[in-house]
């Protein structure tokens, strides 16, 4: 069973090195598998990440159109970095671009894998229906009255991540999540780091008649 998951582990995140999955890894991987059955929406147990192959993820994920970061697929994993290694403080980076709006098709499923790159400070992502400016403590998990939907305003988060530790990140995936058309921002759950700025927006397109659904799609791979 322990093998079992570790090589889930190590699938998940094939930057993880083994030796630096111990059993609180595993035990933390076997909680969350537990937990799931409990709250399909739970984010995964906090992983440790190696820096280089996280950039790359990152850097490939999604293409760059008009300063926006557009995905495409079935089921698409956005690896985002809270503060990557020269990006100013209380900022996320994808695609190497800092708090890039991103354009998803509606029906996809997608989930974000956020690492936490910087060593002084927890950082989290929250997928919310709550627009900026955001307050000091903003309750991005407040019922958003004006939503069409009238649900809750946050739709998917990975969870507060502690600080990156020596030369590693620390990560956190959301569950999967199949966002309705319409306008979504990330923003960080922290206090006062939404308000600094940490946040992007989202853009869930609805499809038209005639183009393909996500299922017909077989132009981009998604990443895992
Ligand atoms: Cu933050």
Known sequence: MRRLLGRRVRRAFPSTRPRHVGKAAVLGA?????AVGVAARAASAPQTVAPAHYLKRSAHAGMLKDRRVVFSGRRIVIPVIAVAPGAPDTTFEIHGRVDPTLVFPAGVRIRFALANAYRGMPHGLDVTR?????????????THKASASGGKAVVAATGVIPPARDSHWRARRSAWVTLAPGTYYYACPVPGHARKGMHGRIVVKARHAGEPSPEQHSGTVALR
Request: aromatic content about 6%; glycine content about 0%.
């Open 130 to 142: 709550k627009s900026p400016p955001y307050a000091k403590n903003p309750d991005l998990r407040a």
């Open 30 to 34: 076997l909680t969350t598998a537990l």
